[in-house]
């Protein structure tokens, strides 16, 4: 039934009830119908495409589409509530407040079909770990099973806040959403970094490399942590004060060449989120830092939302960050999507990773599809998170009255996408044809230059 096409489908669902006892009169009104849409043209593509339907009429119970878009059986989806509406009325109990934000689940678009590992989560109802200096939130893979390739932390800092000084088991990569901080950090050849980020700027932190975060002022920062292993946890990260305090003092004493009694004031426990003194000029500090090794040959931020942007269409625009202009970024990838109202990230595919999203900004709505078929919908609002696997076929609308700016992650050193409409229009014409009923015109009229965001 694969080959069937859509619009004949559409036409005989008019004359075809759905109830599976008049299947037999509905077959053969279906095949008579099939013949004449064919028999009418005379076009050997259409002789051909009869030959397909021929075969049908040999078929014990041919799949009648159910609504556009969905060619299987049984069918699904609210279309068939039609003439009986209670059928898809929800007595509750519900959460309207709740609820109301998720169109896309609670009646799905008449295309979805079958279903996927949930791909969404967010911040907006994880946990505060509440300190003084600042608080932070977290979303893994403990909490949202399909993402395997990245886990999520959302922090905030206060001027003068400190994340104290630490290392963990995977790359951090980071974008800043409010304010200004100040990292740090020293690779292993020595090479001491200090530098400082605003509101749409990233950092990345090598896995093992040490470093630290500071909220300057005004008002200190918050932004969003991409680790580059779905099981990273920022509660299991190596803690500076965890280990002097949990080392003899006479070997303090020996390592650092000073008398035990020197580390005699220690907390004793981890400071983790602490509140601090704002921070002095930033010169100062990379003063204080400078040995004879000399900086990290590649900075470890970079300004993304203030940088160039790599595609812009009346739609909207892309912003990437990989290690071919991001050098440091060697496990993570980036594209900043701004889509305005009424636009659409065109339906594409990423092939070498799975797709974290952050939404920053604005209202919108993504359809999933894999084998199966399984195509499904979900809604995301600010402070949302997004899952897509490596290979998924997706699309992201903006379904509100403002701009839709959205965080697109990868765990590669390279950002890929293919883009559906890139695919058809670089494939002979005939062949695309052949396969959805359209004809060369149409194609023609697709874009074929990758606008990333359309409309053009
Ligand atoms: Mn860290
Ligand atoms: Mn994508």
Redesign the pocket.
Known sequence: MKHMHWFTLQSCILLVPTNKGHLHTNLQVFCLRWKEYHMSKSSRRNILAFGVGAGVAGLAAPALAATFGNPDEPPQGIMNTKGNPRSAFDPGPQNPALSRQFPGTFTPPATDVGSLPEFWASFNNAPRRVQAGGWARQVTQADFQVSTEISGVNMRLDAGGIRELHWHQAAEWAFMTYGNARVTCLDPSGRAYVADVKEGDLWYFPAGYPHSLQGLGPDGCEFIIAFDNGMASEYNTLLVTDWLTHTPPDVLAANFGVPAETFSKMFTHDLWIFQGEVPGPLAADQAAVKNPKGPPPNPFTYSLGSGPITRQTKGGFVQIADSHNFKASTTVAAALVTVHPGGVREM?W?PNAD?WQYYVKGSAQMTVFNTGPNAVTNNFQAGDIGY?KRNFG?YVKNVGNTDLVFL?IFKTDTYQNLALSDWLTHTPPALVEAHFNLSAQDIAKFPNNIPDVMPR
């Open positions: 594409h990423h797709e897509v997706h697109a």
